[in-house]
């Protein structure tokens, strides 16, 4: 796993912006990068990372599998329970998911360790998908990369054949997107899952998450009245279970992308579950619920919301004193403790794998790096290459 400078294309960021590729730059910031690329071998890309990836998310589901079950389980993650039932009955159903991310730490030699489980609103889609690939074949064709190199990457592929399934499996032709306003980031996401979703043969409408409305008969509309059948929302399901509109769920007969069962895996209460369920797993930190912290015997700790985003509020904790620590809104629901274990370092940049899949499928891979130790949204994202 190497970290190799290159010259940036001189017409990227032109090219960025007739791509529809609106958020390389925020807040005045660098949130594209293609001064440097990372480098894996095919048996790092395939042992270390793909078959881990594939391997762990059947443990997540496993999880699910327990926790929608268990009552005891459902409360220690925090989960209203006016929505246990939609939940347990979304999972026995088998009601379809679209994708997932896991952010491994990966040194680029022994298992990589899983930090957490991005399982209902994950971006960095479209630069993963899309734009690394397209960084790749010009640096290949300009002459600055070896023609043999290739990415991990089959993740638009796999969206458009998911998006055909989950259509297929539903019966329908149409699907809403949706994400909220002011989010150029989140805009652009959906804006792929679109294209993806045109490409698979589905007509498809966008609508801010603020503009949708509640009919008189209980169904969700969009600003032209029209009915919301299946809606690929980019917003996360704890957020809706605490809104009012959140009582009109269950009876709205929404098909809804992320499934309402995801939300056993998009907080942090997981990564204790399956620490419990698969103890010692080569690719799992030791985690632990704030009331079994007893059980910890580590010198050093990261404390995580059970519901957090982008490294929000999450805090390092050594020998019992918080040494570095990230602000945020979260933390009202509780906390869950993990195993410390530093991400790998580049001159002074902190390097964190994000893990694609569609499918139950891996599907390549995102790479982005930081300042700080803790991984936040303002994170730099850079392109890699298998040699």
């Not at 690329?37 to 095919?42: E, K, N, V």
């Not at 796999?158 to 949706?178: E, G, P, Q, S, W």
């Not at 209980?218 to 917003?235: C, E, R, V």
Request: charged content about 25%; aromatic content about 12%; proline content about 4%.
């Amino acid at each position: 796993m190497l970290r190799v400078n290159i010259n940036e294309r001189s017409n990227w960021r032109r090219k960025a912006e007739e791509y529809g590729f609106q958020f390389h730059t925020m807040h005045g910031e660098p949130y594209w990068d293609e001064s440097a690329y990372y480098q894996f071998t095919l048996k790092q890309i395939e042992q270390d990372l793909e078959t881990p990836t594939e391997d762990i998310h059947h443990m997540c589901l496993h999880v699910v599998d327990k926790v929608v079950n268990d009552q005891a389980l459902l409360e220690k993650f925090q989960i209203p329970d006016t929505f246990w039932e939609q939940i347990r009955d979304s999972w026995k159903q088998q009601a379809p998911s679209l994708y997932s991310r896991l952010d491994f730490t990966y040194h680029g030699t022994g298992p990589a360790k899983l930090y957490e489980n991005n399982a209902d609103t994950p971006t960095s889609l479209y630069e993963s998908g899309f734009w690394q690939w397209l960084w790749l074949q010009e640096q290949v064709d300009a002459g600055n990369i070896a023609k043999q190199a290739d990415q991990f990457n089959s993740l638009q592929e796999k969206l458009v054949h998911r998006l055909a399934a989950i259509a297929k499996h539903y019966d329908v032709t149409h699907m809403h997107f949706a994400c909220c306003q002011d989010t150029d980031e989140d805009r652009g996401t959906v804006q792929y899952l679109q294209d993806c979703a045109r490409e698979s043969g589905l007509l498809n409408d966008f609508v801010f998450i603020e503009d949708i409305g509640l009919s008189e008969c209980g169904s969700f509309s969009d600003l032209a009245d029209n009915k919301i059948q299946t809606l690929f929302k980019l917003y996360p399901w704890e957020f809706i279970q605490r809104e009012e509109f959140g009582s009109a769920i269950e009876t709205a007969n929404v098909n809804w992308l992320e499934p309402i069962w995801k939300t056993v895996l998009s907080n942090k209460a997981l990564m204790p579950m399956l620490w419990k369920m698969f103890p010692n797993h080569p690719n799992l930190l030791p985690s632990y619920f704030e009331d079994e912290l007893s059980l910890a015997t580590e010198s050093k700790l990261v404390k995580k919301p059970i519901y957090s985003r982008e490294g929000a509020n999450v805090s390092i904790i050594e020998n019992g004193e918080t040494v570095l620590q990230a602000t945020g809104p979260y933390g009202e629901e509780g906390f869950i403790y993990q195993a410390y274990s530093a991400l790998p370092q580049f001159s002074d940049n902190h390097t964190l794998i994000g893990s694609w899949l569609v499918d139950d499928k891996a599907a390549g891979i995102s790479v982005r790096e930081d300042k700080s130790s803790i991984t936040q949204d303002m994170s730099r994202y850079l392109p890699h290459i298998i040699l």
